[in-house]
């Protein structure tokens, strides 16, 4: 692991999804370069007095001279808050890169399932770009994503066009409160756990707020997953 260091970063691009999600260009001013693994964050200074807040990286690894970012804006707190209002060309403070949640090089994990709720779907997309992309991996991968409205989804074509691109990539939209057409799967992410094969011998990376993630290592205990096969990061 690379250890963390003080960095500089100007805000080169801006996305706005929706009313809810937004992604963030950086590009890297001091140093120039940063290696950075799939599913680490940076914490960012978000005030003058020095309060910080981390966030995962969404972009790929491949990426060294900065780092995409995706942010909830819906909160309106101290660092979604001083981020949505940052302008094109201004500098941040920043450590990067931080964390632990990666997918580890040498696992005898057979087949990864990735699974997420709202703004926890930012590592998973660095790391489906990195295992897909980077390392050429052969195993199944499969990412449950779940969102209360069909109007949040966003990069549904990106990890599409990646699963027709990668035949071992699998990728589940899951809308809580779907309209009456919505096609795929509705309700938890549990829900649509439910209804597809769960791999024995696989790693399972989640990312959501503490209700999902207690909601998903009941139900995969339940369904015989041991708890060492199970990482997570909680986001809130």
Request: some cysteine.
């Amino acid at each position: 692991m690379t250890p963390p260091k003080p960095c500089t970063a100007k805000l080169a691009d801006k996305f706005i999804f929706n009313d809810k999600f937004i992604k963030l260009d950086f590009e890297f001013t001091q140093p120039g370069e940063v290696p950075i693994q799939a599913g680490q964050y940076v914490s960012i200074q978000v005030s003058e007095r020095g309060d910080r807040r981390p966030y995962s990286i969404c972009s790929s690894p491949a990426i060294t001279h900065g780092f995409e970012l995706l942010i909830d804006v819906t909160p309106q707190g101290l660092g979604s808050t001083f981020l949505q209002n940052l302008a094109l060309g201004e500098e941040i403070k920043l450590l990067a890169p931080l964390g632990v949640f990666t997918v580890p090089q040498n696992s005898e994990e057979e087949a990864l399932v990735m699974i997420a709720t709202g703004s926890g779907i930012t590592p998973f997309r660095s790391m489906v770009l990195d295992q897909l992309q980077q390392k050429s991996d052969q195993r199944e991968i499969t990412l449950y994503w779940g969102l209360r409205e069909e109007r949040q989804l966003f990069w549904q074509d990106e990890f599409s066009e990646l699963a027709d691109e990668f035949p071992n990539f699998h990728f589940h939209p899951v809308i809580s409160q779907p309209l009456p057409e919505w096609p795929l799967c509705k309700g938890r992410v549990t829900n649509c756990l439910s209804v597809h094969d769960l791999p024995t011998n696989a790693g399972y990376y989640l990312c959501g707020n503490a209700a999902m993630l207690e909601d998903v290592v009941s139900f995969l205990a339940e369904r015989g997953v041991l708890k060492n096969q199970v990482h997570h990061e909680k986001f809130y």
